[in-house]
Nanobody, 125 residues
């Protein structure tokens, strides 16, 4: 089993940057796909960015050009560099892991069975 722990959330002003991290431990080789989701109060959970071990990535339209997903060399740490943050980016951010997924499924929450506890990001205007 894989365990995921997020960190790096916080409060920032609009236009600022944050870098989220997700540390994976346990049976990490099974985490072939990793993703960042977010959920704001009263809103549905939404996929933000995903990466597959073969390098394929997928981004939500709302974050393209502002967020960058990456993995550490050992692929046991997932990152999300968030630049040009907006108040609409305010949410709890979760990382999740899954085995192999087709590219079209990378941002689908139902495809992921292993989740972290989340880290809060708050962007003020």
């Amino acid at each position: 089993q894989v365990q995921l722990v997020e960190s790096g959330g916080g409060s920032v002003q609009s236009g600022g940057s944050l870098r989220l991290s997700c540390a994976a431990s346990g049976y990490t080789y099974s985490a072939y796909c990793m993703v960042w989701f977010r959920q704001a109060p009263g809103k549905a959970r939404a996929g933000v960015a995903a990466i597959r071990s073969d390098g394929a990535t997928s981004y939500a339209d709302s974050v393209k050009g502002r967020f960058t997903i990456s993995q550490g060399n050992a692929k046991n740490t997932l990152y999300l560099q968030m630049d040009s943050l907006k108040p609409d980016d305010t949410a709890m951010y979760y990382c999740a892991a899954a085995g192999f997924l087709s590219w079209w499924a990378l941002l689908q929450g139902s495809a992921y069975k292993i989740w972290g506890q989340g880290t809060q990001v708050t962007v003020s205007s």
